[in-house]
T-cell receptor
Framework: ETGVTQSPTHLIKTRGQQVTLRCSSQ?????VSWYQQALGQGPQFIFQYYREEENGRGNFPPRFSGLQFPNYSSELNVNALELDDSALYLC???????????????FGPGTRLTVL | QQPVQSPQAVILREGEDAVINCSSS?????VHWYRQKHGEAPVFLMI?????EQKGHDKISASFNEKKQQSSLYLTASQLSYSGTYFC????????????FGTGTRLLVSP
């Protein structure tokens, strides 16, 4: 088991609502990356936070936003939910943004979001 | 562009071997391998870097052919615990924000 935790485990929302997902990174890690994993697909990079700043963003619209706090925990916020936002949302923590060669990402258990 | 994994699925009996492949159309800097069991987080297995550096678990082996932009994960003497979906994540440069995952290979090991 990694030390990465996520909450809540499951969430059901309706179209148009807003949602906040939370992630606590592993001790000693200053970088959190968020991924969306649709059913039967590999994780897709949403964005990364490094030392409280956004450090890269994938191909996701601005209604996907995030924060990182001084203790390096992080939030993912999604506004104006759409049906296609239904997915498993994973966060991964790492001791660096991946620029240190063999640094690896450790994933949390994910939050299953269902949008009705 | 998403890396292509093959095979899409494989069924093994306990003790048999398997090879999972990951191919990219782009020049790669690194390949990251993960295993994910149903309803659980992806678990890190191995990272392979351009130039030959590797980091991973003792019981897992993998290769990275830089000329062909291909990586292979070798599962020998499979155990029931090896069942799950295997993903490769590829990067053209340093930084996890550049990591692109394949669609996965489902492995089922039966007694």
């Amino acid at each position: 088991e990694t030390g990465v935790t996520q909450s809540p485990t499951h969430l059901i929302k309706t179209r148009g609502q807003q949602v906040t997902l939370r992630c606590s990174s592993q001790s000693g890690h200053n970088t959190v990356s968020w991924y969306q994993q649709a059913l039967g697909q590999g994780p897709q990079f949403i964005f990364q936070y490094y030392r409280e700043e956004e450090n890269g963003r994938g191909n996701f619209p601005p209604r996907f936003s995030g924060l990182q706090f001084p203790n390096y925990s992080s939030e993912l916020n999604v506004n104006a939910l759409e049906l296609d936002d239904s997915a498993l949302y994973l966060c991964a923590s790492s001791p660096s943004p991946g620029t240190s060669g063999t640094d690896t990402q450790y994933f949390g258990p994910g939050t299953r979001l269902t949008v009705l | 562009q998403q890396p292509v994994q093959s095979p899409q699925a494989v069924i093994l009996r306990e003790g048999e071997d398997a090879v999972i492949n990951c191919s990219s159309s782009k020049a790669l800097y690194s390949v990251h391998w993960y295993r994910q069991k149903h309803g659980e987080a992806p678990v890190f297995l191995m990272i392979l870097l351009k130039g030959g550096e590797q980091k991973g678990h003792d019981k897992i082996s993998a290769s990275f052919n830089e000329k062909k932009q291909q990586s292979s994960l070798y599962l020998t003497a499979s155990q029931l615990s090896y069942s799950g979906t295997y993903f490769c994540g590829t990067s053209e440069g340093r930084g996890f924000q550049k990591l692109v995952f394949g669609t996965g290979t489902r492995l089922l090991v039966s007694p």
